[in-house]
């Protein structure tokens, strides 16, 4: 009999992908999204779009009861580690509360299993390489909430019985990624300011470093994760390696979307300056080996931006907390969202 999935935020980047590779292990795959960044043009093929919000707990047991869900893949959240500080209440509505209604609804409904996707934002800074066997230490309101759904599935285990994989990716990029977000994803923004032929933006100098993980070495993962033996009630990093500076990120980009590299330097914002991960845990499980180079992953990702075309993103319209806002993120009336 086929097995029906829950995915939240799969008409987004991630989501989309592990929803493709859901169907083609053979599942039902259904997706609740609003569309509040994610494009009903990245739905798959064989996916069913239900347009709707986490926040709306009867909608969720309207199709819990509909579709009786074998298991949930938890994508849906609004991941602005930087502007999180700023949206205090935004944040933990839709990235906490959210993902406690779905909760409920997997214990209600007797889920077999519930993946959610964390991030590296829990780990705080200072702890390089991050490994799961470390104390989390978030240093942002989007961090805390993440980490504050991984101890209530936890919890939720302990008392109710529901099975549960954690992930925690970092700074995935590939097609699909709403370019058009003016606070996260830096290879995309990139993209997305060179097609409209501006210059790169990077907040201090540049010699911050991440580990770009390309999507193709993230999805597959997590969707066979309710299959493989070792991988229930753990937490994993799931990603790429090696970090780079952002400076020559822009420089793979320019190269990738043959243009000549142009920078235009902010001031430096409250970010982690450095931050990559150990895989060691993810690779024993799942036997993972090897991912895409960045500059094979941004070439690729670089083809699917030009097809698309460049993307407008506007500003966050409803700040909560003025004081240290960057000022290249502060909303002035001239170009105030509708």
Not at 32 to 53: H, I, K, M, R, T
Not at 278 to 298: C, L, M, Q, W, Y
Request: aromatic content about 10%.
């Amino acid at each position: 009999m086929e097995e029906t999935v829950l995915v939240t935020g799969g008409a987004g980047f991630i989501g989309s992908h592990v929803s493709q590779e859901l169907i083609n292990l053979g599942y039902k795959v259904v997706i609740l999204d609003d569309l509040s960044g994610g494009f009903e043009d990245n739905v798959p093929e064989g996916a069913q779009l239900e347009v709707g919000s986490i926040l709306d707990y009867s909608k969720i047991n309207e199709l819990f009861t509909k579709h009786q869900f074998s298991y949930i893949f938890h994508l849906a959240a609004y991941a602005a580690e930087g502007l999180s500080h700023f949206i205090k209440r935004f944040n933990y509505n839709n990235n906490l509360m959210g993902s406690i209604n779905l909760i409920n609804a997997a214990v209600n409904f007797n889920v077999k299993c519930f993946v959610f996707t964390s991030s590296i934002a829990v780990y705080g800074k200072g702890q390089l390489p991050m490994a799961e066997e470390m104390v989390p230490m978030p240093e942002d309101s989007y961090g805390i909430s993440k980490y504050a759904i991984e101890q209530e599935l936890r919890a939720t285990h302990e008392m109710f019985g529901l099975d549960y994989v954690i992930f925690r990716p970092h700074n995935v990029y590939g097609e699909h990624q709403n370019i058009g977000d003016t606070y996260r994803n830096v290879i995309g923004i990139f993209m997305n300011q060179i097609m409209q032929g501006k210059p790169m933006t990077i907040f201090g100098d540049g010699t911050q470093t991440r580990a770009f993980s390309y999507i193709s070495d993230v999805a597959p993962v997590i969707a066979r994760s309710i299959k493989v033996p070792g991988a229930t009630h753990q937490v994993f990093n799931v990603g790429a390696d090696q970090p780079y500076s952002v400076n020559y990120v822009a420089r793979v980009v320019a190269d990738a979307m043959g243009v000549e590299l142009q920078i235009n330097h902010l001031d430096p914002r409250n970010e982690v300056l450095h931050a990559f991960s150990n895989h060691d845990k993810a690779r024993k499980t799942f036997g993972i080996s090897d991912g895409v180079p960045i500059e094979e992953g941004v070439t690729r990702m670089a083809k699917w931006a030009r097809q698309i075309g460049a993307r407008q993103g506007t500003l966050f319209k409803d700040i909560e907390i003025e004081k240290n806002l960057p000022p290249s993120w502060r909303l002035r009336i001239s170009e105030s969202p509708r």
